[in-house]
């Protein structure tokens, strides 16, 4: 017999790596444990009423906190959503997005735990997924088999499994982040002419002869982190960015958003007498001339 349990950890890093030296010794991950709930499905009700869900979820949250890492409640990033009327179905698909976006996390783990009964034994699979919150990259997958015990004491297998695979997710996913430290975040950017404009992609904007793609182009170039990013093609009414590095961390220290990004483009755009209009869905940019 099997029983599925569906996790998904949210971590929040701030630094380099998970093992830092005297001048980062303050710079630590911050894990958020949270139950990924079927669509559908209420994410409160699922929690409070699922067991083993609670189980794996405290031990996988404890084998964070057994690091040295540091952790947030689950249950007061819930609260903090609002009241009860905050979570009808209306909103249930977008709850875990609004815990991500509160926690103000980098990456978050997805984690599928799978309790299994045999004759054999009893045995507990983890399987870990981490991604990056701000692009949905995905940074490592891990899958943990706890040794099979004629046991009905699943708490114990859980952590069996958990204690095994946490460390090489954590080194996994530490490199994963120096490279963005390094080299910066993606986004990309898909740029278009409305059917209202008199402009085109190739339209002379300034005296000194520059086409509305140069324009574009010559702006990416300034701003891209470390001047690299990738332009995918264009056409009379479109051009395409499907690599533009940004820094983690913007001037003041705060985590980089794609809505500021957008909005000093449309700024600059505006003061070359160009008016544009923005959407921004994660990491992904489509800008309008209008």
């Given at each position: 017999m099997r029983f599925k349990i569906f996790l998904a950890l949210v971590l929040c890093v701030a630094s380099v790596g998970f093992a830092q030296d005297d001048s980062q010794s303050n710079l630590q991950p911050t894990i958020m444990v949270i139950p990924f709930t079927p669509k559908g499905a209420?994410?409160?009700?699922?929690?409070?009423?699922?067991?083993?869900?609670?189980?794996?979820?405290?031990k996988v949250k404890d084998a964070f906190d057994q690091r040295g890492v540091n952790t947030i409640d689950f249950r007061a990033k819930l609260k903090q959503l609002g009241n009860a009327e905050a979570l009808q179905s209306e909103q249930k698909t977008s709850l875990k997005d609004d815990i991500i976006a509160i926690s103000g996390a980098d990456i978050y783990i997805e984690v599928e735990a799978n309790?299994?009964?045999?004759?054999?034994?009893?045995?507990?699979?983890?399987?870990?997924?981490?991604?990056?919150?701000f692009s949905g990259e995905s940074y490592a997958n891990k899958v943990s088999i706890s040794p099979k015990f004629y046991t009905e004491n699943y708490e114990k297998l859980i952590v069996k499994a958990v204690d095994e695979e946490v460390p090489n997710l954590l080194t996994t996913i530490s490199e994963k982040f120096e490279d963005i430290r390094e080299n910066g975040l993606t986004i990309t950017l898909n740029g278009g002419v409305s059917e209202e404009?008199?402009?085109?992609?190739?339209?002379?904007?300034?005296d000194m002869g520059s086409l509305l793609s140069d324009l574009l182009e010559e702006y990416i170039a300034d701003n891209a982190y470390?001047?690299?990013?990738?332009?995918?093609?264009?056409?009379?009414?479109?051009?395409?960015?499907?690599?533009?590095?940004?820094?983690?961390?913007d001037d003041n220290g705060n985590s980089f958003r794609s809505t500021k990004f957008a909005l000093d483009l449309r700024r600059f755009?505006?003061?070359?007498?160009?008016?544009?209009?923005?959407?921004?869905?994660?990491?992904?940019?489509?800008?309008?001339?209008?």
């Open positions: 209420d994410l409160r009700v699922n929690y409070e009423h699922n067991e083993w869900l609670r189980v794996a979820i405290t309790i299994n009964r045999s004759n054999s034994g009893n045995s507990v699979t983890v399987l870990m997924s981490a991604f990056n919150a404009s008199d402009l085109k992609m190739d339209t002379e904007v300034d470390k001047g690299n990013y990738h332009l995918q093609g264009v056409s009379d009414t479109r051009m395409t960015f499907d690599q533009i590095k940004v820094p983690y961390k755009l505006r003061t070359n007498e160009i008016k544009a209009s923005t959407t921004v869905v994660g990491n992904s940019i489509t800008l309008t001339i209008q």
